[in-house]
Each structure stands twice: as structure tokens, then as C-alpha cells.
T-cell receptor
Framework: EAGVTQFPSHSVIEKGQTVTLRCDPI?????LYWYRRVMGKEIKFLLH????????ESGMPNNRFLAERTGGTYSTLKVQPAELEDSGVYFCASSQLSFNYGYTFGSGTRLTVV | TQLLEQSPQFLSIQEGENLTVYCNSS?????LQWYRQEPGEGPVLLVT?????EVKKLKRLTFQFGDARKDSSLHITAAQPGDTGLYLCAGARSYQLTFGKGTKLSVIP
């Protein structure tokens, strides 16, 4: 089965610009998650979708971040306007079973804001 | 505030040696998950432990969940160069994972 696909793999943008990251989960996985790792820190939770509904967005840093999941399939994470501290690696993951069974992660999008 | 302390952060050992990585927290988790991450890739699940005191083995890797479900360890026996990589522990509470900072392991031939 195809894994979790993220693109772009890398993005370099200027402060103040807008960037949209995309994630295609494993087909049939109702649960989709976004995580982020900033340099020197641990990977941190951003939000969780079940199908098209946001179940938990407590990890979203601020209102410059907007996540959507169209029709319960792919998801996008938009940062507008981007700030320097938004730089990091953004991971998407998906799962079908209970969270105790673990997640499948994508390769991530490395975002650099200059 | 880091809720999951992982140690050591870096580990460089000779091929054939044994090692243990620790993950400690003051919080109780529903499960403790171990991942391995290669450069440029996302974390790949190795194992999940769910029951307090549970021990799981994956070839030369042994994973243990503490009785109180607050800590876990990963023990590698007779490390091989192919074990080189970043090992991450993650505690699950509801659908959120709390990650440790990771242990970067280098196994020297």
C-alpha cells in the first residue's frame, strides 16, 4: 500500500509570504495528524482530523496556521503570513486503528522562512 | 516543558556492544511507542507497548513499559552498524503523541 505522501519536500519562503503544505494519507485512514519539529526541539503535535472534522487543534501555535481536510481525504496546512519561527519540519501521519497501534508518518516538509 | 525525557541524547558504540535507551516521564500514558527515523525521512514505528510491565522483543531489540506506564526502555543486544539512526520514544494520551528529543545512535564497525 502507498504510504503517507507529503509535498513539497522542501520549501524556502520569505517572511510574510504564504505557504501551503499538503498531505495525502494512506487510503482509508480516517485519522490524520500534523506534527512539527523545530530545530533543537522535540516533535510536537499540531492537530488531529477524523475524516473531515478537526478533533483536536490544541497544538496549533496561533491563528496564522490553518488546516483543512477536504472530503476526509487529503489535508492542507497553510501558514499565512509566515514568520521566521515557523521554520522546521512538518510531518503528517495517518492511522485507522486506535492510537495505541501507532501511526504511519510521511517524510515531512522542511520549511525554511528567511 | 518537556514531558518525556529521553536519554542519552547521543550514543556512539562499537559493533557488538549492548546499549539501553531510556524514556522517563512523570505522566501516565496509554501506550509508549518507539520509532526510528532516518535522515530525510519520517519516523517509522518499531513497536508499541500498552500494558504496564509489558516486554516486547523485535529480533535484537527489547522494549519494556514500566509498571506505572510512565517510563520505557529500549535495549539493543549486539549492536550492528545497521542499527545506526535516531530512536524516538513517544507517549500516547488520547490521540496526541508526546515525543522525546530522541537518541542518536552510531554503531561503529
Amino acid at each position: 500500500e502507498a504510504g503517507v505522501t507529503q509535498f513539497p519536500s522542501h520549501s524556502v519562503i520569505e517572511k510574510g509570504q504564504t505557504v501551503t503544505l499538503r498531505c495525502d494519507p494512506i487510503s482509508g485512514h480516517d485519522n490524520l495528524y500534523w506534527y512539527r519539529r523545530v530545530m533543537g526541539k522535540e516533535i510536537k503535535f499540531l492537530l488531529h482530523f477524523v475524516k473531515e472534522s478537526k478533533q483536536d487543534e490544541s497544538g496549533m501555535p496561533n491563528n496564522r496556521f490553518l488546516a483543512e481536510r477536504t472530503g476526509g481525504t487529503y489535508s492542507t496546512l497553510k501558514v499565512q503570513p509566515a514568520e521566521l519561527e515557523d521554520s522546521g519540519v512538518y510531518f503528517c501521519a495517518s492511522s485507522q486503528l486506535s492510537f495505541n497501534y501507532g501511526y504511519t508518518f510521511g517524510s515531512g516538509t522542511r520549511l525554511t522562512v528567511v | 516543558t518537556q514531558l518525556l525525557e529521553q536519554s542519552p541524547q547521543f550514543l556512539s558504540i562499537q559493533e557488538g556492544e549492548n546499549l539501553t535507551v531510556y524514556c522517563n516521564s512523570s505522566s501516565v500514558f496509554s501506550s509508549l511507542q518507539w520509532y526510528r527515523q532516518e535522515p530525510g525521512e519520517g519516523p517509522v514505528l518499531l513497536v508499541t507497548v500498552v500494558t504496564g510491565g509489558e516486554v516486547k522483543k523485535l529480533k535484537r531489540l527489547t522494549f519494556q513499559f514500566g509498571d506505572a506506564r510512565k517510563d520505557s526502555s529500549l535495549h539493543i543486544t549486539a549492536a550492528q552498524p545497521g542499527d545506526t539512526g535516531l530512536y524516538l520514544c513517544a507517549g500516547a494520551r488520547s490521540y496526541q503523541l508526546t515525543f522525546g528529543k530522541g537518541t542518536k545512535l552510531s554503531v561503529i564497525p
